[in-house]
């Protein structure tokens, strides 16, 4: 019961870092949508896509840094449950 205590905070880390994949995931993955739309790339909506596009660059790199931070987590918890 100590050890489980003791790694809670790692675990809560993992889970949170988890559900921000799973939200950064959902909202590249509607970029991506909104992206492949032909229809958007039209003279007049050129604004638009470039917002996209730096949107989804933005949302990418949180996702690597989300990835690493729960790496980070699961391998302390695991090196705690040795």
Do not use: C, F, M, N
């Not at 870092?17 to 039209?42: Q, V, W």
């Amino acid at each position: 019961a100590e050890a489980r205590a003791a790694t809670a905070p790692l675990r809560k880390k993992a889970r949170d870092a988890e559900a921000r994949i799973a939200k950064l995931t959902s909202e590249a993955k509607k970029l991506e949508a909104k992206l492949a739309d032909a229809d958007l790339y039209t003279p007049s909506r050129k604004g638009e896509v470039a917002a996209a596009q730096s949107t989804l660059a933005a949302l990418k790199r949180q996702l690597i840094a989300a990835e690493a931070e729960w790496l980070v987590a699961e391998e302390a918890l695991e090196a705690a449950s040795v």
